[in-house]
């Protein structure tokens, strides 16, 4: 039997789910759609979103032209949700891709986060 391609996607992200959960550290999990790119960095016991930022937030799609399905604007997110990290005291997370390979968007979000102060 096939798998779609999400199922797929979160079969990949399961382990990693697993893994960070014994870390005892928030995550940075992240979403990538052909339109958007979303961050949200989520508390060490899974219950509460801390700091969230996406594309689709008024002020980042005005400041990106609409533009949200690009590197730039993953960019873009990366620096805002390590800003609001740091806003909430969270200096410490891990990097949850969610399945996504660690490549394009994905990768310029995770950069951008670390640049801006993120530890992960």
Known sequence: MSMT???QRLRRSRQTRVRIALQRVARLA???SNLHIYAAIVSDDGTQVLASASTAEKEVREALGGKGGNVA???AVGKRIAEKAK???IEKVAFDRSGFAFHGRVKALAEAAREAGLQF
Request: charged residues 35%; proline residues 0%.
């Open 5 to 7: 391609k999400k199922e």
């Open 30 to 32: 992240v979403h990538r």
């Open 87 to 89: 806003a909430a005291g």
């Open 73 to 75: 604007a993953a960019t």
